[in-house]
C-alpha cells in the first residue's frame, strides 16, 4: 500500500520568515496529494491541494509543489503569522483500491515565534 | 448542514463496554470515511461507505469494529467490547469528488 514519509516533526520559524515541510510518497498511481492542518481540539481542516497534471499550486501565502518523477511534494508557507501554529499533515489517495481513501504522513507540529 | 458533524465530542468507556459513534456529514456528500488518530499521529482510514454502500472496510482493525450508512447519510462507527488500544479519536470525513472534509472527531478514551 501507499507509505508516506512526512519531515521535520517539529519546526519553529519566525513570525514573518518562510515555512516549508516535505512529503514523499511510495505509490506511483497516487494523483492527488492535499494538505491539513489540524489545530488542538479539531478535525484536520483542508488548506490546499495539488493534482499530479500539475506542478505547482498558489493560494495567497500558501504553496505546494509536487515532483513526480521524485515521488516528493512540499508545502510553503510565506509571511508567517502567529495562526499559522498548528500541526500540517500531507496526504496522499490510493485511487488502485478504488475509492479516495488517503495516506497520512505523520505531522509537523508548525510553531510561529512572535 | 455547513460542515460534517460528530457526536458525541468525548466519550469515556469502560474496558468491555460497545460504544457507537455518530457522523452527520455534509448533506449531498456521496462518499464518507471513517479514521483512526492516535494521539500525536496522522489520521488512519478505517472504511469508506458510497452511498450506502460499504464498499472498503479494509482497515478495521478488528471484528469488534463495525460501521452502517444504512439510508446514504448519517452513518455509525461501532465498537464492541473496548478495549484500552482503542482509545484515540475517530474522524469522519466526506466528500463529493476528492477533496475530503473532516468533522472534529469524537475522542474515545477506555479505562
Do not use: M
Amino acid at each position: 500500500g501507499e507509505n508516506v514519509e512526512q519531515h521535520p516533526s517539529t519546526l519553529s520559524v519566525q513570525e514573518g520568515d518562510s515555512a516549508v515541510i516535505k512529503c514523499t510518497y511510495s505509490d506511483s498511481a497516487s494523483n492527488y496529494f492535499p494538505w491539513y492542518k489540524q489545530e488542538l481540539g479539531k478535525g484536520p481542516q483542508l488548506i490546499i491541494d495539488i493534482r499530479s497534471n500539475v506542478g505547482e499550486k498558489k493560494d495567497q501565502r500558501i504553496a505546494v509543489t509536487l515532483n513526480k518523477t521524485a515521488k516528493h511534494f512540499s508545502l510553503h508557507i510565506t509571511e508567517t503569522q502567529p495562526e499559522d501554529s498548528a500541526v500540517y499533515f500531507c496526504a496522499a489517495n490510493a485511487p488502485n483500491f478504488g475509492n479516495e481513501k488517503l495516506t497520512f504522513g505523520t505531522g509537523t507540529r508548525l510553531t510561529i515565534i512572535p | 448542514g455547513a460542515g460534517v458533524s460528530q457526536s458525541p465530542r468525548y466519550k469515556v468507556a469502560k474496558r468491555g463496554q460497545d460504544v457507537a459513534l455518530r457522523c452527520d456529514p455534509i448533506s449531498g456528500h456521496v462518499s464518507l470515511f471513517w479514521y483512526q488518530q492516535a494521539l500525536g499521529q496522522g489520521p488512519e482510514f478505517l472504511t469508506y461507505f458510497q452511498n450506502e454502500a460499504q464498499l472498503d472496510k479494509s482497515g478495521l482493525p478488528s471484528d469488534r469494529f463495525f460501521a452502517e450508512r444504512p439510508e446514504g447519510s448519517v452513518s455509525t462507527l461501532k465498537i464492541q467490547r473496548t478495549q484500552q488500544e482503542d482509545s484515540a479519536v475517530y474522524l469522519c470525513a466526506s466528500s463529493l469528488a476528492q477533496e475530503a472534509f473532516f468533522g472534529q472527531g469524537t475522542r474515545l478514551t477506555v479505562v
